[in-house]
């Protein structure tokens, strides 16, 4: 079956220029700018930013440029942070052709690879203890100045009881975050902080009632909320939240996957948020996907509720901060990272799609496997290449 895309999506691919190239000329994410180019988004001042970076790019702009096309492209992997992946079938995993240099050539030739365990041969070859991308324990975890201000924000909005949306794409670590956000705030606050993140909630069809029974049940209230009428179970919560704040404890609403929610939903959160008695009790803390700031940020039937938000979006990782990343995780077993990759072999995974952890993780464990099958101590750009 054919993909349908946008004429300037196609005309970007005649030029040979990539998602990343245009999402950093126009000072984009790159999964904002694959919405706009696969058709999903539609805000008029962002389309016109983004043909002017591609006509500072040299690219030829069609006359309709976000007219509906058929994609010209070959069947490859998207870029990653092009959101619009989720919307299609994962692509079969396909090595780039190197160049001459030993060196993947092409800025398009990324993968989405599945998660790869490092074999117990492999880590004897390479003498790590453990498997150095094994899940962190609570209250460890790589920082650098971009993710601290991430976390400082989330953890601000906890205590000022605001409501807080953090954007990443799958694999960008907002679990590793949460994980470090409630370890921050235990070491601030001790047990006064209260989770509720209520699983059982279909974020598709979610009302106030609804949301008051399941933040309820997460309070520890035994009661079948279910049974009585919204009004009712909406002003139990908010006796009980105000309870709880009088006694020195933050609740906090945390939500998963909110790029799920409609905009009843969002509203439905920002009116229990809003329902205080003498001064605010909750805190609100969201995590999903780019169209959740794209909801956020243009649909004008949630503006309550953007304007009450706080956006704030993980990083991807450029080279260094990749390297800086994969060092931490090798420290903790031992090796180094200068002395185990060749120069230039992690810019070759990050240009692969290492750009968050996720996927670091997945590329950097296939390169350690075929190193250790060549019987090498060092990643090459060529081995990088070709995971």
Known sequence: MEAETTALRNALAQAGIGVRRLAAQARYAKSTVGDYLDGYAQATDTRERLVEAARQLGVQIPP?????????????????????????????HRPPTL?????????????????????????????????????????????????????????DAIRERRIIAVIGEPGMGKSTLFRSVRHACQEVHGDRVLWMTPGDLDLKHISQGSLASAMLRDLGLDADFATLPSERRGDTLRKELQRRVDGGDYPV???????????????????????????????VVLAGQEPLAHALETN??????????????????????AEAYLGYRLGLVGLQ????????????????????????????????????????????RAIAARC
């Open 64 to 92: 309709e440029p976000w007219a509906s096309e058929v994609k010209i492209l070959p069947q490859q992997a998207p870029r990653f942070g092009d959101s619009s992946y989720l919307r299609r079938s994962a692509p079969t």
């Open 337 to 380: 990272a200068g002395e185990v990759f060749e120069h230039g072999a992690v810019d070759v995974l990050v240009t692969r799609g290492g750009t968050a952890p996720l996927w670091l993780h997945a590329l950097a464990s296939r390169a350690f496997i075929d190193a250790a099958k060549r019987g090498t101590h060092i990643v090459t």
């Open 253 to 283: 609403l945390g939500l998963d996957e909110s790029h799920d929610l409609r905009p009843h939903g969002l509203i439905a959160i920002k009116r229990i948020w809003d329902s205080f008695t003498f001064h605010r009790s909750l805190a």
């Open 99 to 155: 160049n001459p240099a030993g060196e993947a050539g092409e800025e398009d030739t990324l993968v989405i690879p599945t998660s790869v365990s490092i074999d117990r041969a492999t880590r004897t070859h390479w003498g790590m203890t453990r498997n150095p991308f094994d899940e962190l324990k609570a209250g460890i975890a790589w920082e650098n100045p971009r993710l601290r201000a991430v976390k400082d924000a989330v953890v």
């Open 300 to 321: 004008p039937a949630v503006r309550e509720v953007t304007g009450r938000t706080e956006l704030v979006r993980l990083p991807e990782f450029g080279a260094a901060e």
